[in-house]
C-alpha cells in the first residue's frame, strides 16, 4: 500500500493544478490548455476577460 501513495499524490497535484487557470479580475477558476491561454482565445465565464494566470502550487500564509 506504501506504494500508492507517492502515485496517487502525483495524480491529485495534476487534478488540482495542471490546465488550472484564475481570471485575475474575478478570481474565477477555468481550466482550459496552456497554448489557447496564451494566445488569448480563452475568456472568463463570468467576466469576459482574457487576463489569466496559473493556479499557484505554493502554500501562501
Do not use: T, W
Not at 506504501?2 to 478570481?27: E, T
Not at 497554448?35 to 467576466?47: E, Y
Amino acid at each position: 500500500m506504501s506504494s500508492l501513495i507517492p502515485m496517487s499524490k502525483d495524480i491529485a497535484y495534476a487534478r488540482l493544478f495542471s490546465s488550472v487557470y484564475i481570471c485575475m479580475h474575478c478570481n474565477a477558476k477555468i481550466r482550459a490548455q496552456g497554448a489557447k491561454v496564451k494566445l488569448g482565445k480563452i475568456k472568463c465565464r463570468k467576466c469576459g476577460s482574457n487576463a489569466l494566470r496559473v493556479k499557484s502550487k505554493e502554500s501562501r500564509g
